[in-house]
């Protein structure tokens, strides 16, 4: 069973504009969610995360939306740049605080110039 | 070190041999991860290490698989007897404690079966 679902495979937007890439859980037990960036041939890298006792969290152009009744998260990208181009993964963290996360399919993400 | 080093960065092996993928977490993390990368698909969670203990192997998909850690450091990934449904991106990565969140990855091996 797919715990953490990235339904969208690809987004393209033009650079300047709001980048919006959405993950969706079904475990309501996960207490932190958060973003990795993967470039090719690179290991996944951490971007931003989010408690689950929050609903927002914000570091200079990301920012990430927690909305809990609806297990849906999202990250704004604002303004997207062409070197923000990467696959990106929603990732949650298994209860039982092992640091274990569980990840989505990922996203791939260009910005255009 | 300055970051998580995974050893081999490729790998094609035959069909049924062995082999063996290493991982040099950041020095002084006491928890270790191991994930799966199969083409087009998300990261598959395979085991975790909290100092050289496996309190969590569920990800294993067969006893193929097995993983040990030394020295609260070096962990290796052995796969016996290789499959071409093997052949991927295998992933490690650490962190300084199970109370943190962030997971620091390797650039990971990818791993080809013929």
């Known amino acids: 069973d797919q715990q953490v679902k990235q339904n969208s495979p690809s987004l393209s937007v033009q650079e300047g504009r709001i980048s919006i890439l959405n993950c969706d859980y079904t475990?309501?037990?996960?207490?932190?969610f958060l973003w990795y960036k993967k470039y090719p041939a690179e290991g996944p890298t951490f971007l931003i995360s989010?408690?689950?006792?929050?609903d927002k969290n914000e570091d200079g152009r990301f920012t990430v939306f927690l909305n809990k009744s609806a297990k849906h998260l999202s990250l704004h990208i604002v303004p997207s740049q062409p070197g923000d181009s990467a696959v990106y993964f929603c990732?949650?963290?298994?209860?039982?605080?092992?640091?274990?996360?569980?990840f989505g399919q990922g996203t791939t993400l260009q910005v255009k110039p | 070190g300055a970051g998580v080093s995974q050893s081999p960065s490729n790998k094609v092996t035959e069909k049924g041999k062995d082999v063996e993928l290493r991982c040099d977490p950041i020095s002084g993390h006491t928890a270790l991860y191991w994930y799966r990368q199969r083409l087009g698909q998300g990261l598959e969670f395979l085991i975790y290490?909290?100092?050289?203990?496996?309190?969590?192997k569920s990800g294993l998909p067969s006893d193929r698989f097995s993983a040990e850690r030394t020295g609260e450091s070096v962990s290796t990934l052995t796969i016996q007897r290789t499959q071409q449904e093997d052949s991927a991106v295998y992933l490690c990565?650490?962190?300084?404690?199970?109370?943190?969140?962030?997971?620091?990855f390797g650039q990971g091996t990818r791993l080809t079966v013929v």
């Open positions: 990565a650490s962190s300084p404690g199970t109370g943190y969140t962030e997971a620091f």
């Open positions: 990732a949650a963290r298994a209860s039982g605080n092992t640091g274990k996360l569980i």
């Open positions: 290490f909290q100092g050289n203990s496996a309190p969590d």
């Open positions: 475990n309501s037990m996960f207490d932190y």
């Open positions: 989010i408690s689950s006792i929050k």
